[in-house]
């Protein structure tokens, strides 16, 4: 029997609120699987179990407010374990404070069928007052709004924060945005400043850029997708993060931590994905272990993560655990990038839009498809030189996409 | 199917790519890529979602051809016809 506690999303977060079960005692459950939201003070998080079994039971109550570490389950795994031992998520330790990513909740999953959002088990409500979320009861009773007269947008229709929000600036015709999605872009641009203060304060960054020939990644894309539905199509993109996931395990002094005076290398490559948001924000979730990630699951991952963070749906696991990050401008961005690095990670690779450019190649002139890729580091653990040999690294591994 | 129900279903897609867009306002000539700011990888979300709603096939090179609404569902109206006979 193991417990699941609740989960730190951060360093600042001693407590969050359960405003949802999406198990009941009895469910069979596997590692990955959304089984809660938990609603912290920057918006409502979807909580992944890091266990496979059964829940055997509930131990935390619809709306209730409990510290970092507290049980809210208890499960039946299929290998029992000494009993007493729990085994629930381990807390993050606090290495990204002030991850931006924490500035979205949960919204209502989009009703295309494309979606790989787990089948979710509904609970029954608690029944006789709206069901809403702590931050919204406070919010609408500041404002004196009737939280009966609200259509919730949250898990199973709960009434969530926005929605409240949503009421009081509904009346201006000005507002360009038409519903809400789950992202409190406010709070996500406090997250933001909080961080990239951080960085700068705290990080002497250098930079280093790099223009690479990607004339092979875009034909090699070309043939590759022609023959493919669109839903197994490869980008550019998803050939830049493994490139950099691939170099990043070989480089260890781009790919860890700095904490306390002190680096630390990290034994996985979790890329963060910077992500830009709508109307003004920015979030960078976590890839797991991209390194090791088949191209072709790599390109679903990125669609389905950037597809969920701009609709504000993003998941524990993705939170707070990158190891270095990845920006990619796209193809309406300009030249290059020199980016922010979010603390405690050590470096940042930003990637230009694609130009077509006059180039020579094997003493011709020719048009060329290049791009200029940038690397910010950590002049605490690594200097130039050894920057310089993982970005050439990076863009050695572009040479050959069918490779990756 | 017809245009308008071509048109709804592309607009249904177009607000799961890009939600907090108010699609009612949008302006079926401009490039939607500007006019909802979304990029190549949510481009590929709406492909996607289109191919699974009605079934043709849209290659690569045709993206061009679905850069405003309209284009969009002559478009796919043209695929469908064609699928049809």
Known sequence: MVEFRMPSLGADMEAGTLVEWLVKPGDQVKRGDVVAVVETQKGAIEIEVFETGRIEQILVDLNSKVPVGTPLARIRTGLERKAGVAVGPVPPPPRVAETPARALRAAPPPSQPATTTPAIVRVPGAGGRARASPAARRLAEMHSVDLATITGSGPSGAIIRADVEYRLVAAPASVETKRPTGLNLDAMRAAIAAAMARSKREIPHYYLEHQVDVTSCEQWLTRTNASRPPDERLLMAALAAKSVALAARRFTLFNGFYNDGKYQAASAVHLGIAIAIRGGGLAAPALHDVDQMPLDELMGRMRDLVQRTRAGRIRSSEMSDSTITVSSLGERGVEAVHGVIYPPQVALVGFGKVVARPWLVDGAIGPRSVVTMTLAADHRVSDGHAGALFLAEIGKLLQEPEKL | ?85
Do not use: C, W
Request: aromatic residues 4%.
């Open chain 2, 1 to 85: 199917m017809n245009e308008a129900d071509i048109r709804t279903i592309l607009q249904e897609e177009l607000g799961n790519v890009a939600p907090e867009m108010d699609l009612q306002k949008l302006d079926s000539t401009a490039d939607l890529r500007e006019a909802l700011d979304i990029d190549s990888m949510d481009f590929l979300n709406f492909v996607v979602a289109v191919h699974h709603r009605l079934g043709v096939d849209i290659p690569e090179l045709d993206y061009p051809k679905l850069i405003t609404l309209d284009r969009a569902v002559t478009y796919l109206k043209g695929k469908l016809e064609v699928s049809k006979s």
